[in-house]
């Protein structure tokens, strides 16, 4: 298996992050992504999903919901983006789908997992990097939210779950192109690919590390 980014050989790259005032970036890789579709107004479908993921269903826009497993991301009235390590998500999406047919709910599960990928931005200059590069006021994007806009050509989502960064996430046919704009906007910053360590208190550097068993649905 081999994430969008391989052919750039990020590990042979990577360095252990300082407080040096530089930009900061690296791909998060293989993990899984999964479409979840359905109406907030049936009984069952905001329970039986929390039930599964162990994650609140996120209901204002943009907001992200976090757990040790992963994330739950609102994308439209009827949309989110679930995130999580791949073998983890596809018992989920398996439990879901059981779930839903069993209440006989109007909802879906699309695992997209082949088709995305995640990238960590961080440094004191980051924002700034992200300003060169599309027009939303990135600085305004309140912490556990996300936004859906443009880098240059490509259409990402920008997820802030702490001060110090933010992950993006593009499809697999712009990663070549969203990489090599984040990296030639950072330059004048003094760009560098950062290690990026499993961290078993961070809803997403957790899932770098092997998963720990999903909920069962009773």
């Not at 709910?105 to 700034?128: C, K, M, N, R, Y």
């Amino acid at each position: 298996m081999e994430s969008p980014l391989h052919h750039f050989k990020l590990d042979a790259e990577a360095q252990p992050r300082r407080a040096d005032g530089r930009i900061w970036c690296n791909e998060l890789p293989h993990l899984g992504y999964a479409v979840l579709r359905g109406d907030t107004a049936e009984a069952g479908f905001a329970q039986l999903v929390q039930q599964v993921t162990g994650l609140a269903l996120p209901l204002k826009a943009g907001a992200v919901s976090q757990g040790p497993q992963g994330v739950l991301m609102w994308t439209s009235p009827d949309e989110w983006l679930l995130v999580s390590h791949r073998q983890r998500l596809a018992d989920w999406t398996a439990q879901l789908d059981a779930g839903f047919a069993e209440q006989k709910l109007f909802a879906q599960t699309v695992d997209s997992s082949g088709g995305l990928t995640l990238a960590w931005l961080g440094g004191a200059e980051h924002i700034t990097v992200l300003r060169h590069l599309g027009v939303y006021d990135f600085e305004s994007i309140p912490l556990g939210h996300m936004v859906s806009t443009v880098l240059g050509k490509a259409t990402v989502q920008v997820i802030r779950l702490e001060t110090d960064g933010v992950f993006v996430l593009f499809r697999r046919s712009f990663a070549d192109y969203v990489w090599r704009l984040l990296r030639r906007a950072a330059q004048p910053y003094g760009f560098a690919v950062c290690q990026l360590e499993a961290r078993s208190d961070h809803p997403l550097f957790a899932q770098l590390a092997a998963p720990r068993p999903s909920l069962i649905l009773a």
